[in-house]
């Protein structure tokens, strides 16, 4: 072996060991805090998720000092931004499809190779997620949502302005890209300054403008194609990433109390490339989404939300103006606000239903909060009420029965009901691996998730209407919607027996390679 050959080996293996100790010591952190819980009378420990909590309602978290960094003023400031920015995003994943002909006609294409490239946005927010979470943990969140906004303002221009198909296609995947920015270090900003029992509420104003945008964003397009050049919604989607941009810069603070890239300062290049690797590899947090069985259920679940969610959305113009015989885009783009004025409405209840739900489970357990038990509240939402409204509205369309009240109320409240379980599901990916720092990566699974099937919804739902009709199809969402619904049951039963049997799996394995890597340095030295 090489001289060169063989200093790497060792780098290799001293990286190796000092990853595996910085996991071993983030063990032993959490094992003396429970430690510490025990110890005083007036606390018990949390259930699982290790937190710090008094036995009375007026529980404190650990590191709730975290939580009292900004004054209420500034966190309603801080959840308006990010409000704000998450509608952007999602606002332009749908935004064009009043307008697909139109833009199909300027580039000499069709409908359906439009259609592609919305579908291809959607792909690309999800394969963006895993990157977003891991980057703001290194580098703060401030900086990470800066430049993105940046990008995502730059980026909707160069769309604006795309002389060729090609170009429009390139455009419209890098301003996705971005994007997904703005939903994941959006989360994980609110989980920085709220406390667990407090979040979802915050949770449900953030995730309004996601949905919000989505549902409100066709009808904005259709009012623009009516009167102006398709291009002219993009121009409109650069100026509010301007302002998004702006409003970062001037008032969103850093929010993350323990940014790692001081971690590393000491280390050798090597292995600061090998830790920041492992960090905000998309690799890392894919296998984490199918390593813990209950983030894989629930990152399904939020995944069928949003499959329900665009495969509704995107052929409304196919589907419901040769039904009633509209016309022009602006009348198509009315049958977006029902499930809008849903979504507004679950803004207002959904997120306090969640709170509400924790709050009198850890009365009920004596002080102590499972992560798990917040997912209660959105079981009946999920399994039943979401797709019993996609049957009525699937059915009566295709049937041809029920005229114009019975679609647009179904569309309502599903609407509604997704509100019931977006901010439950975000919640829990926030809360169950907080203890280990590994929050936004969390979240970062849930989206992946979210918009690979979102992605497919969108890509799919055309081919599939035109050929089984839209009341299979939406058959086919609502039994998609209620296995979904079984996998969330199932977490809030097995959920903490799941994640206690892989933590212990590996730290086992932790420890194994450790002595290995100390055992072969030891042998290598001598």
């Known amino acids: 072996m090489s001289p060169t050959t063989s200093k790497a080996s060792s780098e290799d293996r001293r990286s190796q060991s000092w990853a595996n100790e910085t996991e071993i010591q983030r063990s032993q952190s959490r094992r003396s805090q429970r430690e510490g819980a025990v110890n005083s009378l007036d ?3 949390s259930h699982v998720s290790h937190h710090d909590m008094v036995v009375n309602d007026d529980f404190q978290e650990v590191n709730a000092e975290q939580y009292l960094r900004f004054s209420p003023a500034r966190k309603v400031i801080i959840v308006g931004i990010l409000s704000f920015c998450s ?4 606002i332009s994943s749908t935004s064009i499809l009043a307008g697909i002909p139109e833009v199909a006609k300027t580039y000499n294409t069709t409908g359906s190779v439009i259609n592609a490239s919305n579908a291809l946005y959607m792909a690309f927010m999800g394969i963006a997620a895993p990157f977003w979470g891991p980057f703001s943990q290194v580098w703060g969140r401030r900086p990470v949502f800066l430049v993105s906004a940046f990008l995502f303002f730059a980026f909707s221009i160069g769309t604006a302005l795309a002389p060729n198909l090609p170009a429009y296609y390139i455009f419209r995947v890098l301003t996705a890209f971005q ?9 994980s900003a609110l989980g920085d300054v709220y406390e667990p029992r407090a979040r979802a509420t915050a949770l449900g104003w953030f995730l309004s403008g996601t949905l919000v945008g989505p549902a409100f964003g066709p009808f904005i397009g259709g009012v623009i194609v009516t009167f102006r050049s398709w291009r002219a919604i993009f121009w409109l989607q650069a100026a509010l990433g301007g302002c998004g941009t702006l409003l970062v810069f001037f008032f969103f603070p850093e929010t993350y109390p323990n940014l790692t890239k001081g971690d590393i300062a000491d280390k050798t290049t090597w292995q600061k490339a090998k830790y920041l690797w492992h960090r905000i590899s998309p690799l890392q947090v894919a296998i984490m989404l199918f390593k813990y069985p209950n983030l894989f259920c629930t990152g399904l679940a939020a995944g069928a939300l949003v499959w329900n969610q665009y495969s509704l959305l995107t052929p409304i113009r196919y589907v419901l103006n040769p039904r009633f015989h509209l016309t022009s885009p602006i009348e198509t783009g009315l049958f977006y606000i029902a499930p809008g004025c849903g979504y507004l409405v679950g803004t207002l209840m959904g997120g306090r239903w969640a709170d509400h739900t924790v709050k009198k489970w850890i009365r009920k357990r004596g002080g102590v909060r499972v992560p798990e038990d917040r997912l209660k509240s959105c079981l009946i939402f999920l399994g039943v009420v979401i797709p019993g409204c996609i049957l009525i509205y699937g059915w009566t369309v295709d049937k041809a029965v029920g005229g114009i009240p019975v679609p647009v109320l179904a569309m309502f409240f599903q609407g509604v009901a997704q509100l019931f379980c977006f901010p439950s599901l975000n919640t829990y990916s926030l809360d169950v691996m907080q203890s280990s720092g590994r929050s936004a990566e969390v979240v970062a699974g849930s989206y992946l998730s979210r918009y ?3 992605a497919l919804g969108s890509g799919l739902v055309l081919p599939a209407i035109e050929s089984m009709g839209v009341g299979w199809f939406s058959t086919i969402s609502a039994l998609f919607l209620i296995v979904s619904g079984v996998g969330v049951w199932l977490t809030t039963v097995f959920g903490d ?8 799996r590996d730290q086992r394995k932790v420890e194994e390679s450790t002595k290995e890597i100390q055992q ?3 042998k290598a030295e001598t």
């Open 179 to 187: 994007g997904t920015s703005f939903l994941v270090v959006g989360s």
């Open 452 to 454: 690979v099937f979102g």
């Open 520 to 522: 072969e340095t030891k």
């Open 43 to 45: 606390h018990v420990q």
């Open 87 to 90: 509608f952007l995003a999602p």
């Open 497 to 504: 027996q799941w994640r206690d049997k892989v933590e212990k």
